[in-house]
């Protein structure tokens, strides 16, 4: 069974500083990744996604991930932080065979300081 | 377009009934997946709808249960309510082919006393 590990219950950074979440997976088959952001009271947004191709994929925001399948991760990151950002960020697998049933990491929230 | 919409927003029911939460897809998508959102337990599929037809089913039981019309609305139905069945529901939506994004709601917050 698939599954997805965030590591970092809850992350606090400066506005400006940078941002890097954790996110590692566990799937036999390549899998395919997203990274959905949550504000107060909102539903899912979604950041970015990877499914083949280029291992570092640029998403909305200003936000990029890196997929390292030696590692099985999945990390986004952020090079200047604003304090819009602030949210709850998911990171999210599926199956290549049914890209409709996502597996959700339990979250990272994320606190940014003036 | 007009994104992903949920009604009722909130809800509060008392445990032994049911609730009935409704879900529009973004036109032109005709996949629908719900999944619970609690403190607990995180984000978990409950179950997709395609055609009509239900293709994936989460680990839930019986009770919750869901059905897609024509034109692709959906709704799912949870019977005899219990109180760890307060959580936010969320629905979403995605056109065809494989790893086609989804798009989620805003959620239903049931609450049940």
């Known amino acids: 069974a698939q599954s997805v590990t965030q590591p970092d219950i809850h992350i606090t950074v400066s506005e400006g500083a940078s941002l890097e979440l954790r996110c590692n997976y566990s799937?036999?088959?390549?899998?395919?990744l997203f990274w959905y952001v949550q504000s107060p009271g909102q539903g899912l947004q979604l950041l970015l996604k990877?499914?083949?191709?280029?291992?570092l994929v640029q998403g909305i925001k200003g936000f990029e991930a890196e997929f390292k399948r030696s590692q099985s991760s999945f990390n986004l990151r952020k090079p200047s932080v604003h304090w819009s950002d602030a949210a709850e960020y998911f990171c999210?697998?599926?199956?290549?065979?049914?890209?409709?049933?996502?597996?959700f990491g339990s979250g990272t929230q994320l606190t940014v300081l003036p | 377009k007009a994104g992903v919409t949920q009604t009722p927003r909130y809800l509060i029911k008392t445990r032994g009934q049911q609730v009935t939460l409704s879900c529009s897809p973004i036109?032109?998508?005709?996949?629908v997946s719900w999944y619970q959102q609690t403190p607990g337990q995180g984000l978990q599929f409950l179950f997709e709808?395609?055609?009509?037809?239900?293709?994936n089913k989460g680990n839930f039981p019986g009770r919750f249960s869901g059905r897609q019309f024509s034109n692709s609305r959906s709704e799912m139905n949870v019977s005899t309510l219990e109180l760890g069945d307060s959580a936010l529901y969320l629905c979403?939506?995605?056109?065809?082919?494989?790893?086609?994004?989804?798009?989620f709601g805003p959620g239903t917050r049931l609450t049940v006393l």
């Open positions: 999210a697998v599926a199956s290549s065979g049914s890209a409709r049933q996502l597996t």
């Open positions: 990877y499914f083949s191709g280029d291992t």
């Open positions: 979403a939506s995605s056109s065809t082919g494989a790893g086609n994004e989804q798009f």
């Open positions: 036109s032109g998508h005709r996949s």
């Open positions: 799937y036999g088959a390549t899998p395919y």
């Open positions: 709808y395609f055609s009509e037809t239900q293709r």
